[in-house]
């Protein structure tokens, strides 16, 4: 069975450092997604990073990037230069099936809080 | 570009009553998810359309919840008979490929 975990509830960092978010999987299929959101205090759910199983180069968006270890079924997040405004949960999610639009799997989130 | 709108924001429900959740998808998004948010579960799968046609509601209640799609344009989840229980935050999300693109929830609860 697929299944995403988080082991850092929280993670509390300085302004402008660099911070890394961990995140395994399970999974049975030879091709998979993996996803990154965030949950802001408000409740909203943004999209932020995606890395597809097959590609072996780390996606990067922005302050973004990844750290796909795929031996491992590891897929860290990494922030760089952090601003408060990243303060808020992250979730690491897996997409299973070979459609396209199948369901996310998620891990259960990482707090961060970015302090001035 | 509009994104996913879910209303009402808040519902408020006796126990035993009935719930109906509304969700309109971002226009030309062929897929449409059901997801629940609570504190103990997390974030837990429900159900999903494609093309307007049910896919895959594995994650469903069986007895007293349901999900449609009538048009490309709104899906709705209902729950009957509503139970302290089913207290959460009710998201949906649609998406045309791949990641999926979330509305801000239903926070749905049950007195």
């Known amino acids: 069975a697929q299944k995403v975990t988080q082991t850092q509830t929280s993670i509390s960092v300085m302004e402008k450092t660099t911070v890394t978010m961990d995140c395994v999987y399970e999974t049975q299929d030879s091709s998979y997604f993996l996803f990154w959101y965030k949950q802001t205090a408000s409740g909203e759910i943004v999209f932020l990073i995606r890395q597809d199983s097959y590609k072996k180069e780390n996606a990067t968006v922005g302050h973004y990037s990844l750290n796909f270890q795929k031996p491992k079924s590891s897929i860290g997040l990494i922030i760089t230069a952090t601003q408060i405004e990243d303060s808020a949960v992250y979730f690491c999610?897996?997409?299973?099936?070979?459609?396209?639009?199948?369901?996310?799997?998620w891990g259960l989130g990482t707090s961060l809080v970015v302090n001035p | 570009n509009a994104g996913v709108i879910q209303t009402p924001r808040h519902k408020v429900t006796g126990k035993g009553q009935e719930a109906t959740l509304w969700c309109e998808p971002i226009s030309g998004h062929s897929a449409v998810f059901w997801y629940r948010q609570t504190i103990v579960q997390g974030l837990e799968f429900l159900t999903y359309?494609?093309?307007?046609?049910?896919?895959?509601d594995s994650g469903m209640p069986k007895e007293r919840f349901s999900a449609q799609m009538p048009n490309q344009s709104h899906s709705t989840l209902k729950i009957q008979s509503t139970q302290p229980q089913d207290s959460a935050v009710y998201l949906c999300?649609?998406?045309?490929?791949?990641?999926?693109?979330f509305g801000p929830g239903t926070r749905l609860t049950v007195l």
């Open positions: 999610a897996m997409r299973e099936g070979v459609g396209d639009n199948s369901k996310l799997i």
């Open positions: 359309f494609r093309n307007q046609a049910p896919i895959d």
């Open positions: 999300a649609s998406s045309p490929r791949g990641e999926q693109y």
